[in-house]
């Protein structure tokens, strides 16, 4: 693997791991939602072909997260930093705090 693949890889299993403290059955989705709403999709894609060529040293929930991200759909937002700053949301009496606190 090269270095750039070598981060993207350990990016996608810290984010995993993450979630799967947080909330186990949401992980996968989760983090497919982080990867979808915060990669760019360059690097979406660059993770994706890593899968495809076998995926090597991809965790469980990463490599899950993963494959959803091949498929030509994008993720509902499954956390409140990928629901933040929506048109309208100054308007709204949604709860606007991130996950982060």
Do not use: C
């Amino acid at each position: 693997m090269s270095g750039t693949l070598d981060k993207l890889v350990y990016m996608a299993n810290q984010i995993a791991r993450e979630f799967e403290n947080q909330r186990p059955r949401e992980a996968v989705n989760a983090t497919w939602d982080h990867l979808w709403h915060f990669w760019d999709p360059r690097t979406r894609e660059m993770i994706v072909a890593h899968l495809e060529a076998g995926g090597e040293g991809l965790g469980e929930t990463a490599r899950a997260a993963v494959a959803k991200l091949a498929a030509p759909i994008q993720p509902d937002s499954q956390t409140k930093a990928t629901e933040f700053n929506q048109a309208g949301d100054h308007e709204s009496d949604r709860n606007l705090m991130s996950d982060a606190g």
